[in-house]
């Protein structure tokens, strides 16, 4: 079965910075990988996903994110972090037919 | 177009007694789920399914049953509450499998 494992529960940038979220997976058939934001007292929001073709994958907000099989990998970017991007993200993969499974969770700082 | 809406968004409950969660999304979608979030935890699949009349079990189902009798609705309901039952309980809908809208949640607390 599948498992995602996001690195750093709580991530602090400088407002322009460029925002850079860890998620591993763990899988031994090709995953399906997505990336949500959840602001405050909201429920989520899909902000991209990776199912077959292109690794590079672009979602909204400015977000984009990579897929590295060589390194399991599925890290979520910003070239430049705006106030209104302080949220929590979450990783989630497919871990079976129907079945997603979610990341704990990393909350976002943006230091104006 | 309202998207996902649950009911209620809060809920205090006593040991013992019992409710039920309302999701109602209307964008004819397929597949619906319930999903509560624990700090520290993020969110674990409680019920899902795959159409009107479908249900199955997540990770984890014990204390909770679902129905899903008309395709816009999928009800949550809490038997006999437990205090580890106290979470933030969120319905999303899909038209392709993942998980693509969400609920604003509903916190419930067991005392």
């Known amino acids: 079965a599948q498992s995602v494992t996001q690195l750093g529960s709580h991530v602090s940038v400088s407002e322009g910075a460029l925002v850079l979220l860890r998620c591993n997976y763990s899988?031994?058939?090709?995953?399906?990988l997505f990336w949500y934001v959840q602001y405050p007292n909201q429920g989520l929001q899909l902000l991209l996903k990776y199912t077959t073709g292109a690794t590079l994958v672009k979602g909204i907000n400015g977000f984009e994110a990579e897929f590295k099989k060589s390194e399991t990998s599925f890290h979520l970017t910003k070239p430049s972090a705006h106030m209104s991007d302080a949220a929590e993200y979450f990783c989630?993969?497919?871990?079976?037919?129907?079945?997603?499974?979610f990341g704990t969770g990393t909350r976002l700082k943006v230091l104006a | 177009n309202a998207g996902v809406t649950q009911t209620p968004k809060f809920r205090v409950l006593k040991t013992g007694q019992s409710m039920t969660l309302l999701c109602a999304q209307d964008m004819n979608h397929e597949y619906m789920y319930w999903y509560r979030q624990d700090p520290g935890m993020g969110l674990r699949l409680i019920h899902y399914s795959v159409g009107e009349g479908t249900t199955a079990k997540g990770e984890v189902p014990d204390g909770y049953n679902v129905s899903r009798l008309k395709k816009q609705n999928f009800l949550l309901g809490l038997e006999s509450a437990a205090p580890s039952q106290t979470s933030v309980y969120f319905c999303?809908?899909?038209?392709?499998?993942?998980?693509?809208?969400f609920g604003p949640g509903t916190r419930l607390t067991v005392l």
């Open positions: 989630a993969g497919r871990s079976g037919t129907y079945k997603y499974i």
């Open positions: 999303a809908s899909s038209s392709q499998g993942a998980p693509q809208y």
């Open positions: 899988s031994s058939v090709p995953p399906y």
